[in-house]
C-alpha cells in the first residue's frame, strides 16, 4: 500500500453509511410500508431477506441494470418474498408500495445526516480549505436526498455509479472525480493529495487505495464494528476523526 501523503487538498467521501445514515433501519422503514398490503413480516426475516436481495441484484444487474426504478422494484419484491409475504397479495399491490418507497427513500423522510457532517464539510471547506465532493454506488435520488438535509453546495462534484455509469471499487470511479475537480482547481490535484472516506473495505478502502489514493474506513454502523479482521486501511471512529486526521496534512 501507499504511504499517507504529508498533504491533503480533496476529501471525498462515501454517502451511506458515511455521510448520512437511514432515519430508521431501512429493513423498518421497508416493514412499514408493506403492512398495509401484506400485512406484518418479521423484523428479522426482511433484514436477512433485504441484504440478500440487494447482494444478488447487484451482481446479476451491476449499476441497476439501466432501470432504477425496476431493479429496486425488484428489490422490494424479493424482499418482501423472502420474509413470507404471500406472493399473490404482493404481486397484487407491487405497483403502489414501490412508488411509496421510491418517493420516501428521495428526501428526509428516510435520511438524515450522520453524526456532525455537516459541520465538519463546513470546516473543511471554509476552515482548512480543502475542497469536499462525493463518490457513491447511489442512484440519482441521492441528489434530491442531499438538497433536502440542506448539505452545501461546495460538495462537488457528486460523482453516482447510475449516473456514470461505472462504480466503486474500479479506480476509473475515482479517476472520473480528478477529472471533474481539476477542470476547474490550479495546479491539479494529485491522487496522493486526496482521501477518500467509507464504511466498506473492498469498494471504499482498497478501491481509493487502488486509484493510489489515501482512504480512511468510518465505523458509523450503530457501534457495531464491520471490520473486524486487520485491514491495511486506517479506521476512524466518527467523523471529528476525520477533521483532525486533514488538520495535520493540510
Not at 5 to 10: A, M, N, Q, V
Not at 16 to 34: D, G, K
Not at 165 to 192: D, H, W, Y
Amino acid at each position: 500500500m501507499l504511504p499517507l501523503t504529508s498533504k491533503i487538498r480533496l476529501v471525498s467521501f462515501d454517502l451511506l453509511h458515511t455521510l448520512i445514515v437511514p432515519r430508521h433501519p431501512i429493513h423498518v422503514q421497508y416493514a412499514r410500508a408493506l403492512e398495509p398490503f401484506v400485512g406484518l413480516l418479521d423484523a428479522q426475516a426482511l433484514k436477512y431477506s433485504l441484504h440478500t436481495a440487494l447482494r444478488q441484484l447487484q451482481v446479476e444487474k451491476p449499476l441497476y441494470g439501466g432501470d432504477t426504478t425496476a431493479w429496486w422494484s425488484e428489490v422490494i419484491r424479493r424482499t418482501a418474498l423472502g420474509a413470507g409475504a404471500e406472493p399473490k397479495a404482493l404481486d397484487a399491490s407491487l405497483s403502489l408500495i414501490v412508488p411509496r418507497l421510491m418517493s420516501s427513500f428521495s428526501t428526509k423522510e428516510a435520511y438524515k445526516s450522520f453524526d456532525n457532517s455537516l459541520d465538519v464539510l463546513h470546516a473543511l471547506h471554509h476552515d482548512l480549505g480543502v475542497h469536499t465532493a462525493v463518490v457513491s454506488n447511489a442512484d440519482s435520488r441521492m441528489l434530491a436526498v442531499l438538497k433536502d438535509l440542506n448539505f452545501p453546495t461546495s460538495l462537488t462534484p457528486i460523482i453516482l455509479s447510475e449516473l456514470e455509469g461505472v462504480e466503486k471499487p474500479s479506480p476509473e470511479i475515482f479517476q472520473l472525480l480528478l477529472q471533474r475537480v481539476n477542470s476547474r482547481v490550479e495546479p491539479p490535484i494529485t491522487p496522493a493529495e486526496c482521501v477518500h472516506v467509507g464504511d466498506e473495505l473492498q469498494r471504499d478502502g482498497l478501491g481509493a487505495r487502488n486509484a493510489g489514493m489515501n482512504a480512511l474506513l468510518l465505523k458509523s454502523r450503530g457501534g457495531e464494528d464491520p471490520f473486524s479482521l486487520e485491514v491495511p486501511i486506517q479506521t476512524v471512529e466518527n467523523m471529528s476523526e476525520i477533521l483532525e486526521w486533514v488538520r495535520v496534512r493540510v
